[in-house]
């Protein structure tokens, strides 16, 4: 079946601009992840959604960062005012038990 | 919190060789996960393994949570093992399902 897929693949925009990045999990999967990955870098956890529980916020870096899940499906991670040091790729993961799957990720620039 | 490392950082084989990969966490978990990290960014779960010993193919993993190590055997490597393995771990405290990551052993398998 499909996998997790991720919008857009590669977004560049310009120091102090607002960007959404999409996630769309495997249908079914309760939970879903949002991580940050810097260039050469392991994964810093984000936020965890698991069904209607309240969401898992505390890898949130600062207040610019916010995510929704409508539905319990589709995700949208939002970053207010980008700053520079927010470039990095921005995965997305789902998983019903144990195992998450993951997407192709947002490449995002910050000029 | 719980400290995840991983040895070595980077490795460098020939086509055919084995290699072993170890990841050593801090706390006792509940969760472990394995990933492979490809050239493209695509991240891969490997194997879920919390304790006990799994195979796949040419890979295979063994966890010994009592002494908190896991280890990554990668038989006959081929080049397209290329990239970065990744160990996760849930801890056991609270009801949390947050992977904390550690920073990867990357592998190159020169043809």
């Known amino acids: 079946g499909a996998g997790v897929s991720q919008s857009p693949s590669n977004k560049v925009t310009e120091k102090g601009k607002d960007v959404e990045l999409r996630c769309d999990p495997i249908?079914?999967?309760?939970?879903l992840y949002w991580y940050r990955q810097s260039l050469g870098q392991g994964l810093e956890f984000l936020i965890y959604f698991q069904g209607n529980s309240a969401p898992d916020k505390s890898g949130l870096p600062s207040d610019r960062f916010s995510a929704e899940r409508t539905g319990g499906s589709v995700s949208t991670l939002t970053i207010q005012r980008t700053q520079q040091e927010d470039s990095a790729v921005y995965l997305c993961?789902?998983?019903?038990?144990?195992?998450?799957?993951f997407g192709p990720g947002t490449r995002l620039l910050v000029l | 919190g719980i400290q995840v490392e991983q040895s070595p950082p980077d490795l460098i084989l020939q086509e055919g060789a084995n290699s072993t990969l170890r990841c050593n966490f801090s706390?006792?978990?509940?969760?472990l996960q394995w990933f492979h990290q490809n050239p493209w960014g695509q991240l891969i779960n490997l194997f879920y393994?919390?304790?006990?010993?799994k195979q796949n193919g040419r890979l295979s993993a063994t966890t010994v949570a009592t002494e908190r190590y896991s280890l990554l055997y990668i038989s006959s490597s081929q080049t397209t093992d290329s990239g970065v393995y990744f160990c996760a771990v849930v801890t056991n405290a609270g009801n949390n399902r947050k992977l904390i990551w550690g920073l990867g052993t990357s592998l190159a398998v020169n043809p």
């Open positions: 706390d006792s978990v509940n969760n």
């Open positions: 393994i919390p304790s006990g010993t």
């Open positions: 249908s079914g999967h309760t939970a």
């Open positions: 993961a789902s998983s019903q038990e144990e195992t998450q799957y």
